[in-house]
């Protein structure tokens, strides 16, 4: 297994959804279980706060911020608390994603721009932020992880479409 000791991952999307353990929590806890220094990000403050009650009670560091990443200065600020804290970004993980079942003739223009937004925008907002601070650092390490959206058995037409948007960014 790769070591990540004291590398500091920003990663968005750091809680679950739901109960037990979703992607977010999962890459969180592993990443600081190989010893990185968690910078969390997520929209809700309970799920965020259970991944981090993880990582530190196993003795681990893990930060939590509140923020929407769809949101250009929100980003900014995210970042910016992120650098205040730990100085630096070595690892960036775009892990927030949304999909809602439907296909195009029946999904409404709102839902497509929202499922966008979080899927796509968020990615570019947080590389246009991150990835100066990592090349400056001279280390580049980039995962978006959308591809998991795909299995959740429901009918959907943006998961694949942002995916290969963001393999192509």
């Not at 969180?28 to 706060?49: C, H, K, M, S, T």
């Not at 070595?90 to 899927?119: F, H, R, T, Y």
Request: with cysteine; charged share 20%.
């Amino acid at each position: 297994m790769f070591r990540l000791t004291d590398k500091v991952v920003f990663l968005t999307g750091c809680g679950s959804v739901g109960p037990g353990w979703g992607n977010g929590k999962s890459i969180a806890v592993l990443f600081a279980r190989q010893g990185a220094r968690i910078f969390g990000v997520d929209i809700n403050e309970a799920a965020a706060r259970e991944t981090q009650a993880i990582i530190t009670g196993e003795g681990g560091t893990c930060e939590i911020a509140t923020g929407d990443v769809t949101d250009s200065a929100e980003v900014e600020r995210l970042v910016e608390a992120c650098m205040a804290r730990f100085s630096r970004i070595d690892v960036l993980v775009n892990n927030v994603g949304k999909s809602e079942p439907a296909i195009p003739g029946e999904m409404d223009e709102a839902l497509w721009d929202s499922q966008l937004a979080v899927n796509l925008k968020s990615t570019f907002l947080c590389c246009h932020a991150v990835l100066p601070i990592m090349q400056k650092q001279g280390m580049l390490l980039l995962r978006g992880l959308l591809d998991a959206l795909q299995s959740t058995g429901r009918q959907s037409f943006e998961s694949p479409s942002t995916s290969s948007a963001i393999s192509s960014l």
